[in-house]
C-alpha cells in the first residue's frame, strides 16, 4: 500500500531552482511523524537530504545547507523540498520518507523509516 507519493522532479540548468513534494495519504498523519527526503544518483548509495520532526526541528545534510529547505504543510498533508542553487552533483532520485509512529528523527538514518516513495527524478545539466 503506497503511502507517500512524490511529485515535481525535472530538469534545470545549473544555479536553477525546484521544489519536489510528497503527498501523504489520509490515514497517514505527515505531521506528527519523522518525515525526509532522501537521494540516490546513478551508481552511488543512498543518501539522507533533510528531516523534519513532528516538532518542526529540521536536520540537512552538510552538502545542501543554505541552498535546501525542507518544510511541511500540515493542512494539505504534504512535505516539500526546495532547492536552490541546484548543481550537477545534485542529480539524483528523490525519495521522501516517513516513520511509522516515531515523532522524533535519529538524524538521517534511513532504518527509521517505514514508508517510502515510489521518487521522482531531479536532473541538473551543466
Known amino acids: 500500500q503506497v503511502r507517500l507519493a512524490e511529485s515535481g522532479g525535472g530538469s534545470v540548468q545549473t544555479g536553477g531552482s525546484l521544489t519536489i513534494s510528497c503527498a501523504a495519504v489520509?490515514?497517514?498523519?505527515?505531521?506528527?511523524?519523522?518525515m525526509a527526503w532522501y537521494r540516490q544518483a546513478p551508481g552511488k548509495e543512498r543518501e539522507g537530504v533533510a528531516s523534519?520532526?513532528?516538532?518542526?526541528?529540521?536536520v540537512y545534510r552538510e552538502t545542501v545547507k543554505g541552498r535546501f529547505t525542507i518544510s511541511r504543510d500540515n493542512a494539505k498533508n504534504t512535505l516539500y523540498l526546495q532547492m536552490r542553487s541546484l548543481s550537477p552533483n545534485d542529480s539524483a532520485i528523490y525519495y521522501c520518507?516517513?516513520?511509522?509512529?516515531?515523532?522524533?528523527?535519529?538524524?538521517?538514518?534511513?532504518?527509521?523509516?517505514?514508508?517510502w516513495g515510489q521518487g521522482t527524478q531531479v536532473t541538473v545539466s551543466s
Open positions: 489520509p490515514e497517514y498523519s505527515a505531521s506528527g511523524r519523522c
Open positions: 520518507a516517513g516513520t511509522r509512529y516515531r515523532r522524533d528523527c535519529v538524524s538521517l538514518e534511513s532504518a527509521q523509516y517505514a514508508y
Open positions: 523534519i520532526n513532528a516538532y518542526g526541528t529540521k
